[in-house]
């Protein structure tokens, strides 16, 4: 049987355009010959849909753009995700089904089985769980059709095991001889690889050809990087779609072979696309076309202009730099250079008038001659003023600068630099937002060397350095990792070497600034654990970490 991927960048409730897509999709595989083409987890009203699923309407609309794609997809069979509607029953009235159908016909109907509710996952909240897994006919092949988790639990690859039964085991035990896996499976940094050694392991498992299609795209926060595969029953890779683009690729079962696209050759570049797709993703699904980013002369706000740039086009990017007594002369010129480098919009609004002004205006407890974080925060506050007027005026989506470990440590003020409708890098450690930056640079300079080599600054008081306030990144960054990704306590890593005084106030900083990140703007998810829904923690709380009480 020959075998199209269709790994398509879905958008949430756009019923219409998801199905047109499917469509086409669909009609490129049978132009090739294909017998069968497999669409992503829930690809008809995109994944995650939230608490949409809650309304009935929602439920109405996806059920009706469901069958009109049954109706009007003739010759070749087609394998997709909808949100299914139980008869009358105990527990939740919808599932996270998978269908096959041709010519008119539905031919099969499963539903997932696992549903996970951990990272930025929660699908015990809307669905019931399948409770079967059989394998069905067609086109001489037994198939064991699964969705996504439901291939994430084999004893073999997750010795402490999430759930009690494992689909695919039963399913082969049933006698499948072809498991596929439709999936919206979340892109993270080295995603990539464990995705693809869960796929070939189960494949040389069960001596079974696997074939796995996966969402691509930006859907919130979260990014799907595709790279849909299929792997023979001895495990080797036979077919392989892009990374981070809309793919369709053939994998034929009697011969092993099938079609390999390029996907990104190392870990830096993955992020580096991840960023460009998730900011055009996000702007345009929200309905914007045009951004803008407050530039200060220095890496964050260059990445970020940088990775607008690319993904909306230079001529919907603006920068605005908006120095103040404190800033360098060296900044002027390179912020200026940079946007030149892009082709950006560049525009020069000086705060100092705002920043006397309201010096004057809180006279009675604001000064120079006493100046403090209030002062410096004033500064951050009419800089995010600017913005969103501009925002305001001219219709564009401010993008907001900061990296995760400022991020995650506080060394950010609400309502100025936190400003935005998308925060681009926050899940973004300070040493890769270098590594990514160089790599933007890989053809041509973009962003000038001396923004990558000047020492980071907040430029909100004379002579400022972020070392003044931080730990030297390459000690904050491990340790921070450490601590929200690896969920080690500051015990263990004062064991892995650091100094105790340097674990604890970080890690006490990390703490108390959850008020902050409640209020900041949605970041896009680049690590294992990022800030936001797929790290849940109180604001209001007296558990002290940092000394283990």
């Known amino acids: 049987m020959k075998i199209a991927l269709a790994q398509i960048n879905p958008i949430i409730g756009d019923f219409i355009g998801n199905g047109n897509k499917i469509r086409a999709f669909a009609l490129r595989a049978k132009n090739l010959s294909c017998d069968l083409v497999i669409f992503p987890e829930l690809s008809v009203c995109g994944y995650p849909p939230r608490d949409l699923l809650e309304r009935k309407s929602f439920i109405r609309a996806c059920q009706k ?30 599932a996270n089904g998978a269908m096959l159908f041709e010519d008119g016909k539905i031919l099969e109907v499963v539903h997932k089985r696992l549903l996970p509710t951990y990272d930025v996952f929660d699908e015990s909240r809307y669905f019931s769980p399948g409770a079967k897994a059989e394998p069905f006919a067609y086109k001489g092949h037994n198939i064991g059709l699964t969705i996504c988790e439901d291939a994430w639990n084999d004893l073999d690859l997750f010795p402490v095991q999430a759930y009690d039964w494992d689909p695919v ?10 498991l596929i896996n439709i999936a919206a499976s979340p892109f993270h940094a080295g995603k990539r690889a ?13 001596h079974l050809p696997c074939v796995y299609v996966n969402q691509v795209g930006g859907n919130d926060h979260l990014l799907f990087d595709g790279t849909s595969t299929a792997h023979t029953p001895g495990g080797t ?13 053939t994998f034929d079962t009697s011969t092993g072979q099938g079609d390999i696209h390029p996907v990104c050759e190392n870990e830096v570049e993955s992020l580096a696309r991840a960023l460009v797709v998730g900011v055009g993703d996000y702007v345009r699904k929200c309905g914007f076309s045009k951004v803008v980013v407050g530039l200060s002369g220095g890496i964050d706000s260059a990445l970020t202009l940088a990775a607008a740039a690319k993904a909306l086009g230079p001529e919907n990017t603006l920068g605005v730099f908006m120095p103040s007594e404190y800033t360098s002369q060296q900044n002027f010129t390179d912020t200026k250079e940079l946007a030149d480098n892009l082709g950006c919009g560049y525009e020069i609004v000086p705060i ?56 995650a440590v506080g060394y950010c003020t609400l309502y100025g630099d936190m400003s935005g409708g998308l925060s681009v890098i926050s899940d973004l450690p300070k040493d890769m937002v270098y590594a990514v930056s160089r790599y933007f ?36 960054d491990p340790i921070l990792h450490a601590y929200i990704e690896d969920l ?38 680049l690590t294992s654990k990022a800030f936001g829904e797929g790290r849940r923690y109180p604001v209001a709380q007296k558990f002290k970490d940092q000394d283990g009480s």
């Open 65 to 94: 753009a469901t069958q009109s794609l049954v109706d009007d997809i003739l010759g070749i069979g087609v394998i997709l995700g909808f949100v299914d509607q139980l008869a009358e029953a105990p527990g939740k009235p919808i």
């Open 169 to 178: 085991q039963t399913l082969a035990e049933k006698k499948a001889d072809l």
């Open 194 to 206: 464990i995705r693809g050694n869960i796929m070939a392991h189960l494949a040389k498992k069960y």
């Open 237 to 249: 890779l036979a077919a392989l779609a892009g990374e981070f683009e809309e793919d369709l690729v």
């Open 352 to 407: 100092m008038p705002i920043f006397e002004a309201f010096l004057t205006s809180l006279s009675s407890f604001c000064d120079k001659e006493n100046f403090g974080v209030t002062e410096q925060n004033i500064q951050a506050r009419a800089r995010g003023t600017i913005l969103m007027a501009y925002s305001n005026k001219t219709g564009a989506m401010v993008l907001s600068t900061g990296n995760k470990s400022e991020v």
């Open 441 to 476: 640079n890989r053809e041509r300079e973009i962003i000038p060397e001396s923004i990558l080599t000047k020492a980071p600054s907040a430029e909100l008081r004379p002579d400022q350095k972020d070392q003044d306030d931080l730990p030297p990144y390459e000690i904050l």
């Open 488 to 525: 080690k306590d500051p015990e263990e890593i004062v064991d892995m070497g650091y100094d105790r005084d340097v674990v604890e106030d970080i890690v006490r900083r990390v703490v108390r600034n959850e008020y902050k990140r409640r209020q900041a703007a949605p970041g896009l998810k």
